[in-house]
């Protein structure tokens, strides 16, 4: 499976981005997915993950409320709505696909990431 995210960019805090994620293959719905960000000098840390059917999700509880993430397996597609942006929301963010649904499950596959920056 191969992930490409889309979507980044600079937004003024308390704007809105909608990331993607395109991903190869035909067995895109037999992976859960997940959302993954780092920020320069931070670890990697979960953002938001999907069922493969997409009718679990989880979120971090730091997102919580402004984030949503979806899925259209008919497009092969994961996405994630990001609300009421804030300066810490930046860093690199990275789709993610595993066979296991959770924020802690082994993921094996990953997008090479794109950039969200958001100024106060």
């Known amino acids: 499976v191969q992930l490409v995210e889309s979507g980044g960019g600079l937004v003024q805090a308390g704007g809105s981005l909608r990331l993607s994620c395109a991903a190869s293959?035909?067995?895109?719905?037999?992976?859960?997915m997940g959302w993954f960000r780092q920020a320069p000098g931070k670890e990697r840390e979960f953002v938001a993950a999907?069922?493969?059917?997409?009718?679990?999700?989880l979120y971090a509880d730091s997102v919580k409320g402004r984030f949503t993430i979806s899925r259209d397996n008919a497009k092969n597609t994961v996405y994630l709505q990001m609300n009421s942006l804030k300066a810490e929301d930046t860093a690199l963010y990275y789709c993610?696909?595993?066979?296991?649904?959770?924020?802690?499950?082994?993921?094996?596959?990953w997008g090479q990431g794109t950039q969200v920056t958001v100024s106060s």
């Open positions: 993610a696909a595993g066979r296991v649904f959770g924020a802690k499950a082994p993921y094996d596959y």
């Open positions: 999907i069922s493969r059917s997409g009718i679990s999700t």
């Open positions: 293959g035909r067995t895109f719905s037999s992976y859960a």
